[in-house]
């Protein structure tokens, strides 16, 4: 099953397993652990606590979750943040390894986790996001039917690193502020009020007589018109799914009552196109696999998504997927933006400059980082859809 990122109250999370940033005397504490103890019941979990003694740090033990959406609540305890020099890795590596063993061990098929040792532990969140990162992705290596889940309390939690983060925010604005249709529109409205301001300070016999550029060349105001409306067409939003081009080539379909010429040959060359269709998504996929000579379980580990969606797509040669399925299969192949942009064009996708989540996508893609993992921490800061099934 794929690792996801939600914003919630950990308490409040449905999950066979709920894990408490617990402290080595398992007593009840503020933040995470204060609200699972005040959640389940605090004289059960506090007496279950008492049984139990204690844990070292980097040590996790179970308990029943009482009144937890949860059966379990599994209690890891990890380190306090002292300058990075006294074993602090090695010792949230452990903790995270211990609180995975546990959920094994439960038979537990779902667990959500906070961002252990990132609170009044003192932990660089950054650092703490890419320990948490990393001990995922080995686990769910070797355990991809269990469904792991990171909660946050604040979306800020999540830190993508300065040099990332800046890196993205400059992107975004250069690509997809520059490119909104509104900030084209407005250039063109201020364009357009400037040009009639000079032509209102313009003398008088300097102005064009009315109709006079009209009667010299009607063509022109026809074709100018026509790519006026392609391109009008061209810079609105495309619908979810739809690829930019399809947009363009209905604009230029002949209207009904069209001349019998162009519409007479329209049958004809359809039949033809439609005998002739390009390679759909899953079978491009599928040659793209072989080609570089994965395995199944790679790649769809790589694509943060379940087996059982795999196995739907390889078995389906008309499968449609989401754009979300869809890129999380391109990050997995490691394939470029234009390589991504006929995979996804199979499917009646694009990767479009108007849209913040493809922006960041497109980011990524550039500088060839395809870590899904980096990749959802991206999109969620930004608070857009994740990547992957989910």
Known sequence: MPFSIVRNDIARVHADVLVNAANTHLAEGGGVCGALFAAAGREQMRAACDAIGGCPTGGAVATPAFNLPARWCVHAVGPIWRGGGHGEEAALRSCYQSMFARVVELGARSVAYPLISAGIYGYPAEAALAVAREE??????????????????????????????????????????????????????????????????????????PGAADAESPSCDVLSSAFAFVEDVAEEPAPD???????????????????AGTAGAAPVELDDLLEHLDAGFSET?????????????????????????????????????????????????????????????????TLSRTSKFDVIVRFFLERGIYDIYQLNEALFAYDQPLVGSF
């Open 285 to 349: 996929l599928l040659a793209l696999i072989d080609q570089r000579g994965l395995a199944d379980a790679e790649v769809y580990h790589r694509a943060n998504l379940s087996r059982q969606l795999f196995s739907k797509i390889r078995s389906n040669p008309a499968y449609r997927p989401t754009k979300p399925t869809a890129v999380a299969l391109a990050m997995a192949l490691e394939l470029d933006v234009p390589a991504t942009q006929d995979l996804l064009s199979r499917a009646g996708l």
């Open 136 to 209: 995922t992705r080995a686990f769910l290596a070797k355990h991809d039917d269990i469904e792991v889940t990171l909660v946050v309390f604040d979306r800020s939690a999540v830190r993508l690193g300065s040099a990332l983060e800046q890196e993205i925010r400059e992107y975004i604005d250069d690509e997809y502020v520059a490119q909104s249709p509104h900030a084209r529109r407005r250039g063109a409205e201020l364009e357009r009020e400037a040009r009639w301001a000079a032509d209102a300070e313009a003398p008088a016999a300097a102005k064009p007589e």
């Open 241 to 259: 799914g739809a690829a930019p081009h399809m947009l363009a080539a209905a604009a230029m379909v002949p209207a009904a009552g069209a001349p």
